[in-house]
T-cell receptor
Framework: NAGVTQTPKFQVLKTGQSMTLQCAQDMNHEYMSWYRQDPGMGLRLIHYSVGAGITDQGEVPNGYNVSRSTTEDFPLRLLSAAPSQTSVYFC????????????????FGQGTRLTVV | RKEVEQDPGPFNVPEGATVAFNCTYSNSASQSFFWYRQDCRKEPKLLMSVYSSGNEDGRFTAQLNRASQYISLLIRDSKLSDSATYLCVVNRPGSARQLTFGSGTQLTVLP
């Protein structure tokens, strides 16, 4: 199993450009999320999905769109890149822990380092 | 107040030392607690879940104090390979898979 795969690993964009960060998982997990990590701020949730066709906003959704047409894929779209979106982006997936009483482990992709100039 | 607060460190300790990290969380209804480890420029990986009764995994011991909304991680007999950033993670009640991350505590184990 590859786990969670993110592409690209590095990207430089000009202000105003758009792009899509790809995320795929092969573990048949229901739940997928996108986070951004900035120095001193920890990981912040951008958008998440509890299953194919269902998405919702997290803590910092502005400037980003997501869709979940299949269980495996959860792309993140930057609509019009801004320097404030320079960050490291992580995609994560996790499985249902119904009945266990605790949330399950989240598995992360290797991250995408995005610079907007 | 941040939802999850950690001492950012850095903690610089010699090999073999015992080191403890603390974390506080603001939402008393949180039910799930974790410690993740993140190596430099890598993705976070689960170190251990934290259970109400406390739990141990080799050299690592995690404790939860619900009354004080406090989580701890103890590392005994530190190894050079323990050098990393340790993230305290708490779920956000009522929402599926929304985890809230502390900003991390940096540990460097010195030879």
């Amino acid at each position: 199993n590859a786990g969670v795969t993110q592409t690209p690993k590095f990207q430089v964009l000009k202000t105003g450009q758009s792009m899509t960060l790809q995320c795929a998982q092969d573990m048949n997990h229901e739940y997928m999320s996108w986070y951004r990590q900035d120095p001193g701020m920890g990981l912040r949730l951008i958008h998440y999905s509890v299953g194919a066709g269902i998405t919702d906003q997290g803590e910092v959704p502005n400037g980003y769109n997501v869709s979940r047409s299949t269980t495996e894929d959860f792309p993140l779209r930057l609509l019009s890149a801004a320097p404030s979106q320079t960050s490291v982006y992580f995609c994560a997936s996790s499985y249902s822990s119904a009945g266990k009483g605790v949330d399950a482990e989240a598995f992360f992709g290797q991250g995408t380092r995005l610079t907007v100039v | 107040r941040k939802e999850v607060e950690q001492d950012p460190g850095p903690f610089n300790v010699p090999e073999g030392a015992t080191v403890a990290f603390n974390c506080t969380y603001s939402n008393s209804a949180s039910q799930s607690f974790f410690w993740y480890r993140q190596d430099c420029r890598k993705e976070p990986k689960l170190l251990m879940s934290v259970y109400s009764s406390g739990n141990e995994d080799g050299r690592f011991t995690a404790q939860l104090n619900r009354a004080s909304q406090y989580i701890s991680l103890l590392i005994r007999d530190s190894k050079l390979s323990d050098s990393a950033t340790y993230l305290c993670v708490v779920n956000r009640p009522g929402s599926a898979r929304q985890l809230t991350f502390g900003s991390g505590t940096q540990l460097t184990v010195l030879p």
